[in-house]
């Protein structure tokens, strides 16, 4: 069996070198010659565990063209992107894929559609476009197969998850049943094109409008002066509640914007508008407890660790850290970056030592594993604040070093200050002391450690 495969990015990629590692033949399309040309040398383009053995597993049955040709199977993996100023889906690569297929679809051919799309654009959009080459649908088979891998864990999951295959027809649904079956484990259910595009929307929706509704009860919390993790841990005891993690903001390439996929032609949705309302001022929420630490303290520097858009990835799309970059830096604030983990980003990427060198405060916005090993001892800060946003820190040690640790949701860590106890200028302190963060205006906080001891204002 041949397979052409439109898109070699995330998706495209991995489950192009899935099907050739099961013995089928497949030419992987990508419109980015640089590209094409890297994967055809043995490189890869991104890192995801388990890639270059399965690279090295394919080896013989894949190559990489910018062209399509014909084949038995068509697979399209190109971006659907939202258009940031109208906030509707962007078609335009998918309608392109399509146009590239049509002139070598003949009778039998399968066309599988993975991109993510608004419900209807597989009958809408893709089918007309594939229809122009002068078979109908029903003369070639047609399947939308929507891709729920989550990255970083992205081969376990294509192989291990369940499938949800959406055909135009009987025959689309059974044949593009039977080639997922070369390397898919999970059980495959069978539905119609605009059900699965549907299902696909909104299983993302469902985990956006949870994370909002947990960033809601970050706040909540510190309203309230009780500690959110504390209080999530023990509501999740209860056997039918699953309350998730707050934290700075929703990012990646999809839980941000499909919910506007699913919503962009209804005249009927609050939920989910709110919902991405909340998790949007997120990175907002965050710059205001900077802000509110760092008033009073003279051209503050900024340390941001994690600029990736969640945790042990170097994936950096739509990640919170580049709004909270950018509205940082509209108010003065100098911003230093380190990212383990990402090798490009806008903004220079330093060490954890230079990132933080002289700066004021730290503020984790990524859940990287390797961020608990940090030591703060070998931090040199002019004022020795961290923000701890996803709750991942050993906040002991941090305040045994002498920082003011302030955990996104810790309404207990957080207490107005009476004038007469405001601290002193940073200045007038050594470094490494636990006193050593003031302002000469006084700022609205002051901060605990989690035990109530350590690490006060
Ligand atoms: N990344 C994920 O975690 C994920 C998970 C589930 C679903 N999806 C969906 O899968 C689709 C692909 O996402 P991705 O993350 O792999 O995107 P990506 O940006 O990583 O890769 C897409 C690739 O397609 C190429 N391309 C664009 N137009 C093309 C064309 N006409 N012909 C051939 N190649 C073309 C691009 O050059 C790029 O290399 C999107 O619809 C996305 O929403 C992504
Ligand atoms: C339904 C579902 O599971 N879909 C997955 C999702 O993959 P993803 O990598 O985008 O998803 P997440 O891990 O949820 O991360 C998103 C952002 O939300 C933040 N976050 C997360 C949990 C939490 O409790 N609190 C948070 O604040 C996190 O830091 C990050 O910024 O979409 C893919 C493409 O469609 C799917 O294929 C894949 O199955």
């Not at 038995?72 to 078609?91: E, G, H, Q, R």
């Not at 929703?250 to 032609?265: K, R």
């Not at 957080?414 to 302002?439: H, K, N, T």
Request: hydrophobic fraction near 40%; charge should be negative; proline fraction near 7%.
């Amino acid at each position: 069996m041949k397979i052409c495969v439109m898109g070699l990015g995330y998706i495209g990629l991995p489950t192009a070198l899935l099907f050739a590692a099961h013995g089928a033949n497949v030419v992987g399309v990508d419109v980015k010659q640089s590209l094409v040309d890297y994967l055809n040398h043995g490189n890869l383009p991104f890192k995801e565990p388990g890639l270059e053995d399965l690279y090295r597993e394919a080896r013989g049955r894949f190559c990489a063209r910018t062209e399509p040709e014909a084949a038995d199977v068509f697979l399209i993996a190109v971006p659907t992107p939202l258009d940031p100023a109208t906030k509707v889906s962007n078609l335009s690569y998918v309608k392109k894929a399509a146009d590239m297929i049509a002139p070598h679809l003949a009778r039998g051919n399968l066309v599988i559609l993975e991109s993510t799309v608004p419900p209807g654009t597989s009958e809408r959009v893709i089918i007309p476009r594939l229809e122009k080459s002068g078979v109908a649908v029903g003369d070639f088979l047609y399947a939308h197969c929507p891709e729920r891998a989550i990255p970083g864990q992205t081969l376990q999951e294509m192989a291990g998850n369940c499938r949800i295959i959406g055909g135009y027809d009987r025959d689309s649904t059974d044949q593009a049943t039977s080639i997922y079956r070369t390397f898919v484990r999970g059980q495959i259910y069978q539905t119609d094109t605009r059900t699965a595009e549907f299902v696909k929307l909104m299983e993302n929706t469902c985990r956006d409008v949870n994370i909002a509704l947990a960033n809601e009860f970050a706040q909540l919390a510190e309203e309230c002066g009780i500690n959110v993790w504390e209080a999530i841990t023990l509501a999740n005891k209860h056997p039918r509640v699953t309350v998730l993690n707050p934290g700075p903001g929703v990012g990646g390439h999809c839980i941000a914007i499909d919910p506007w996929f699913l919503t962009e032609n209804s005249t009927r949705c609050r939920m989910v508008s709110t919902a991405r309302e909340i998790n949007d001022s997120m990175p907002n929420y965050v710059l205001h407890v900077t802000r509110s630490l760092l008033s009073g303290i003279r051209n503050p520097t900024i340390s941001i660790f994690g600029v990736a858009y969640k945790g042990n990835i170097s994936d950096t799309r739509e990640s919170p850290a580049f709004k909270f970059i950018q509205l940082a830096e509209n108010e003065g604030y100098s911003i230093r970056c380190h990212d383990p983990h990402v090798v490009e980003f806008p903004h220079p990427l330093m060490d954890a030592v230079n990132a933080a060198a002289g700066s004021d405060c730290i503020v984790f916005l990524t859940d990287h594993d390797c961020f608990r090993m940090i030591e703060p001892a070998t931090l040199r800060m002019r004022t020795k604040f961290v923000i701890d946003a996803r709750n991942i820190l050993d906040h002991e040690k941090w305040t045994d070093q002498g920082f003011a640790v302030r955990i996104l949701g810790d309404g207990s860590s957080v207490q107005l200050v009476p004038l007469d106890e405001i601290a002193a200028p940073a200045s007038l302190y050594p470094a490494g002391s636990a006193r050593s963060i003031a302002s000469p205006s006084p700022p609205s906080v002051s901060l605990l450690s989690p035990n109530g001891r350590e690490g006060l204002l």
